[in-house]
């Protein structure tokens, strides 16, 4: 008994410190709070049953989010019976297309930088959200793996289970959606108050 | 250090991924270039905005409780597993090291070659409901998995030999509904007539969750220590091991065993739903 107290010790002092971004995470995935807390709630048992195989040293905060990936797919295909990798990965050929186009619209405005900065403290809370919220979800994990949770290029290719070399062009062209969207809810933000 | 490279390796620049020897080269010109640094600041407000925002999304206190409780139930839950297996560890010493046992065995084997078969039968014949509810989970892991159909725990009648060629099909991902037609005799999408290790398992996918059925005699036989339940005419036996729920009941004189991590409720169901065809 006195074994599974260190244990289970050892796990509470280790991983719960990081529920708050695995479950901000989470709600990003499935935009549903209760969805989101089940999925969190599955993912702790889920580690705490397989702690044992947990490499001590490694990075904890990574190996929770990859049993968290994992459940969401899993929850996810059964329930929209969704191919996983082959679906992704074909949904960023189409994209590439589409975004080089933006890319390109996206360079036109680089001399409005200045503007452009100016104009990000226009955003409210809700242009934030919908900007992540509306990114192709591969492009999303890779940017909140990085920007939020600043998780290494090797350990977010290991979670989402792609070469690093892919990690870094889904965080290229996942941060310039990103930008794009934000700066055109900027754009209405600084129209509309112009407009006032 | 030009523009160009600055541009290129900013994002690296900004992960932290980059060389910590082109690091200070970076920072200069970022430092002494006015588009650079804009160019720079703007991708930095952009990420302070997400990261301001996500970090801003906190899990609701009772989550926290919530998990802690249920891991409590996992330690529960071990604990419990490493009594059975204590137990069943027991037993399994007894009978391996126990010399009479040895020596009947022994001679089984060198007065007939298929005898050590009828010595598989007679040791699970008197396994009770328990650990049979405990084999048909491991059969069914191990079907699911693996996409193997054998357990040897459950092999009681039968020729082994005959069914481990490749007549077998072990793809469960073409085996949908049937893991194997063409060797088991189907009646109303059950399989019969073959038990045990020759009735590997047949997998079923109800909306992506996987149902084994097994039959694990080829006769009735008495379920003791079972939750019971009737629905309709039909009387099932529930059994859980390991957080797989089994139900077990007789039909036309064999016993089958319907395995699947799906709740009581639901496997009650489709057992019942298998029955009545």
Redesign the interface.
Known sequence: ?RE?NNR?KE??DVA?EH??S???MA??LVFN?EAA?DL??ET??KA??FFDTFQKGTNIKAWLFKILRNTFINKY???V?LPSEIFYEDVESVNSNLSYKQESDFAEL?DT??T??ND?GN?M?DD??HA?DNLPIEYKEA??L???EEL??NDIAEITNVPIGTV?SR??RG?KL??KS?WEYAKDRGFIKRGK | MVCVETIKYLYAFLDKEIDKSQYPIIKEHIDNCFECRQRYEFEKGVRSLVKAFCLNTTAPTYLHSKIIEGLGSVDAEISENKDIQAISERKVTRAVFSPRIYAIAASILLLIGGGVFYYTNYYNYNNDSTSIVDNAVKNHVVAVNDNLVFNEKTSVVGNVNKYLGNTINTKLSNSSPLLNAERIGIAGGIPVKFCGTSSPCVIFDKGGNKLSLQIIRNSTFPISNLERVKLGPKEFYIGNCRGFNSVIWEEDGSTYCLTSDINKNEILRFAATLTTR
């Open positions: 008994m599974e289970r796990f509470e719960m529920l708050d695995l479950y901000s709600i990003r709070r807390e969190v709630q702790y048992l705490y049953r295909r059964k329930t019976n680089t930088l200045e452009k900065y990000l955003l809370e934030v959200k992540i940017i909140l990085s920007d939020v290494s290029y870094k965080l290229n941060r990103l930008q934000l």
